[in-house]
């Protein structure tokens, strides 16, 4: 059973800085991961998805990495900005089982 | 990019009454549906998955006749939380993967309805 773990839990930085979160999975038969962003009372929105064949991603000031061997994902924020604070999920789907299983969340403040 | 639209937002409801929240696809047809609940400061719990067409699936300690899930057409699908009560106060969610012809662009979510029951 796929678990995903996330950390820090929460996250407060001043702006301008570069930052990484971090997810981790049990199961390295995960298939695509993604990475949502939550804004309070709000949906989630799309940010990254790695699929299977894939190691990385970019968008703009955002970088997410996808190593299955040692079970991790990371996300860069770079030069974080007040916009950046929300709640930023990591969600995985493994091979055969076409539901995502999701982390805690990180709760991101970016500090003016 | 692909939509979700999600609807109503927000509603409040009495006790004991019904509330239909819909979810629907556009530009890309949804064969499947994912129904979430989330809690405050928690992350998302799957409901039920919906397929086009067929019965749902509901998770483990998910009332199915509470929790009505219907998925009518390729575009729509919908949850009615029945004989609603305060407990069933809370922000649901779906979610649908999304692929047009050959491309796939991961699990596309919809902007959530908070349900308040009085």
């Known amino acids: 059973k796929q678990e995903v773990t996330q950390i820090p839990a929460a996250l407060s930085v001043p702006e301008g800085e570069n930052l990484v979160l971090n997810c981790s999975f049990t199961?390295?038969?995960?298939?695509?991961l993604q990475w949502f962003r939550q804004d309070p009372g709000k949906g989630l929105t799309s940010l990254l998805l790695?699929?299977?064949?894939?190691r990385e991603q970019t968008s703009g000031r955002l970088n997410a990495s996808l190593d299955k061997s040692s079970g991790r994902s990371t996300l860069y924020i770079a030069a974080s900005q007040p916009g950046d604070s929300a709640t930023y999920l990591c969600a995985g789907e493994s091979r055969g089982a076409q539901k995502l299983v999701f982390g805690q969340g990180t709760r991101l403040t970016i500090n003016p | 990019g692909a939509v979700v639209s999600q609807h109503p937002s927000r509603v409040i409801c009495k006790s004991g009454t019904s509330v239909k929240i819909e979810c629907r696809s556009l530009d890309f047809q949804a064969t499947t549906m994912f129904w979430y609940r989330q809690f405050p400061k928690q992350s998302l719990m799957l409901m039920a998955t919906?397929?086009?067409?067929?019965?749902?699936?509901?998770e483990q300690g998910v009332e199915k006749d509470k929790f009505l899930i219907n998925h009518a057409s390729l575009t729509l699908s919908t949850l009615t939380v029945t004989s609603a009560h305060p407990e069933d106060s809370s922000f649901y969610i779906c979610s649908a993967p999304t692929r047009t012809g050959q491309r796939y662009y991961g699990y596309t979510f919809g902007s959530g309805t908070r349900l308040t029951v009085v």
């Open positions: 199961d390295s038969a995960i298939y695509n």
């Open positions: 790695i699929q299977s064949s894939q």
């Open positions: 919906s397929n086009e067409g067929s019965k749902a699936t509901y």
